[in-house]
């Protein structure tokens, strides 16, 4: 019952915001590609040809460095009182604009003006000059270089209330949202370096905190007010922007789940830098032999299947539940930006925007993800630990008597348990009452070996039984034992057989 009045309060609510004032939508427009500045020198039929809105294309004349124009003039009549209107609405314009109504100048938006790209416009109606009948508005909308650009959406001629309330409608989505999220990614950026300095061990956090700074440039180079960079400069950093993520995301996704792959890492990331590279080797973006575009696309075709591959390979190596929850918070918002760019080069043409409302949905995410990994691991280790803190149990064979040596034979009787895991100095020593650097010497002392080479030749003896036995990938047995990456194993591996696994398993397991 109390669900229903909120609802019925709810929609009532609603009902009042929406408005019963109707106002006039421009549909009669047509489109003039001439570059004059002065309205009235414009020609009055000669070169007009009719459009339909919305219209967004490339100008037809030669590429250059700058901003070139074309004009817009829409008809309408008026059959009421005109006094009621109070401004038109011309919504989302790419780039600039000049406004006139009845060959008066309303409002403009000029190059200095236009660092959030999809700032919709809105312009108030001057006392008396709209008429009652006929009346016309002219547009001259500057593009840029090879840019799409053009009037994306209707144009409505509005009264006050409804005139007010898409203002703040459109402030809110174009402006405050965007930047709001970017304000978020900054928080979730702190939240992961914090958690890095705490925890040195999840670089995870880093990689994380990397792609939220990231996208917090991305989105200003889109949405911010103010920048110092010109147009060629946002262009070629948007387009970058696909070659050069991916590179972070990768490393994400290998810290995550701990397993670095050294072909990719040398084979990869090398290509996707000097694709990155390549889109900033001529910095003119009007040039015919600009590559951003080119090397933008391909790159984003290239990568959105391989990072899936990625994602199966290493959880193929190690299997965790999590990867369909990674799949959903990695790839699908991965897919919008796929989305963004084909719109803009082949359907609308509008420049990049949706995936900006997702983007919050990933950080959310990947923070989960983490959160939930450490807990998880957290967790298992504490149960383990406490296990090693537990007293022997009666009947049991003790060979030593001493209370520390007794406490380090329960160290090493767990180490040979529980050498896959990812276990700390610090959890050992606390489960057994003891200080991590008092334990280290106490270890040393009684083994003759540091803690980590004692853990590292546990699991090359594993590694070393399974190359005898077993045709699996080298690669695979080094990270089912416990090492992270290729290059550490092979370096543990030749520390203690004295050869490399290939060639130990080569001459059939002899060492």
């Known amino acids: 019952m109390r669900l229903s009045l909120f609802l019925i309060f709810l929609a009532s609510i609603l009902v009042s915001c929406s408005g019963n004032d109707a106002g006039v939508e421009i549909n009669r427009w047509s489109i003039l590609y001439n570059q004059e500045e002065?309205?009235?020198?414009?020609?009055?039929?000669?070169?007009?040809?009719?459009?339909?809105?919305?219209?967004?294309?490339?100008?037809?004349?030669?590429?250059?460095?700058?901003?070139?124009?074309?004009?817009?003039?829409?008809?309408?009549?008026?059959?009421?009182?005109?006094?009621?209107?109070?401004?038109?609405?011309?919504?989302?314009?790419?780039?600039?604009?000049?406004?006139?109504?009845?060959?008066?100048?309303?409002?403009?938006?000029?190059?200095?003006?236009?660092?959030?790209?999809?700032?919709?416009?809105?312009?108030?109606?001057?006392?008396?000059?709209?008429?009652?009948?006929?009346?016309?508005?002219?547009?001259?909308?500057?593009?840029?270089?090879?840019?799409?650009?053009?009037?994306?959406?209707?144009?409505?001629?509005?009264?006050?209330r409804e005139f007010s309330l898409k203002v703040v409608k459109n402030e809110f989505f174009f402006r405050q949202l965007p930047i709001g999220v970017a304000v978020f990614l900054l928080g979730q950026m702190m939240f992961h370096l914090l958690f890095f300095v705490w925890r040195r061990t999840e670089r995870a956090n880093l990689y994380s905190a990397l792609l939220c700074f990231s996208w917090v440039l991305y989105i200003l180079a889109i949405f911010t007010p103010y920048t110092p960079f010109g147009p060629d400069v946002r262009i070629m950093f948007l387009w970058s922007c696909i070659a050069f993520v991916p590179i972070i995301f990768i490393m994400l996704i290998q810290a995550f789940y701990k397993v670095y792959l050294p072909e990719v890492n040398r084979i990869a990331i090398p290509i996707l830098l000097l694709l990155t590279v390549g889109i900033y080797a001529v910095p003119d973006t009007t040039s015919p032999y600009f590559p951003g575009r080119t090397l933008g696309v391909f790159t984003l075709f290239l990568v959105t299947p391989f990072l899936g591959w990625l994602i199966w390979r290493v959880n193929r190596i190690k299997p965790r539940k999590t990867v369909f929850i990674f799949i959903f918070f990695g790839i699908f918002p991965g897919l919008f930006i796929v989305w963004d760019v084909i719109n803009y080069m082949w359907i609308f043409h509008e420049p990049p925007i949706v995936h900006t409302y997702t983007l919050p949905i990933f950080i959310i995410g990947i923070m989960m993800l983490i959160i939930?990994?450490?807990?998880?691991?957290?967790t298992k280790l504490e149960v383990l630990y406490s296990e090693l803190s537990r007293p022997r149990e009666e009947g049991r064979k003790t060979v030593v008597t001493s209370v520390t040596e007794e406490k380090l034979a329960r160290v090493i009787e767990f180490l040979k348990e529980n050498y896959t895991s990812d276990?700390?100095?610090?959890?050992?020593?606390?489960?057994?009452?003891m200080s991590g650097d008092h334990m280290s010497r106490m270890f040393k002392a009684y083994t003759g070996k540091k803690i980590n080479d004692y853990i590292n030749e546990l699991r090359v003896e594993a590694a070393a039984e399974r190359l005898r036995t077993g045709d699996e990938k080298i690669i695979d047995i080094a990270f089912s034992v416990g090492f992270e990456s290729l290059a550490t194993f092979n370096r543990a591996f030749l520390k203690v057989k004295g050869v490399s696994p290939s060639n130990f398993r080569r001459d059939g397991g002899a060492s």
């Open 38 to 160: 002065n309205i009235a020198r414009l020609p009055q039929s000669d070169g007009w040809r009719e459009v339909k809105l919305p219209a967004m294309f490339q100008l037809p004349y030669p590429a250059k460095r700058d901003f070139q124009y074309v004009w817009f003039k829409g008809e309408f009549e008026i059959s009421d009182d005109p006094s009621r209107y109070y401004g038109i609405m011309p919504g989302r314009i790419y780039f600039t604009d000049s406004f006139y109504l009845n060959g008066t100048l309303i409002g403009e938006y000029s190059p200095v003006q236009i660092n959030n790209m999809h700032y919709t416009r809105a312009y108030r109606i001057p006392a008396g000059l709209l008429r009652k009948g006929a009346n016309v508005v002219h547009v001259r909308v500057g593009l840029y270089g090879k840019e799409f650009g053009g009037i994306r959406g209707n144009v409505e001629v509005l009264p006050q």
């Open 423 to 433: 276990i700390s100095r610090e959890g050992l020593a606390a489960a057994i009452g």
């Open 372 to 378: 939930q990994d450490v807990i998880e691991r957290d």
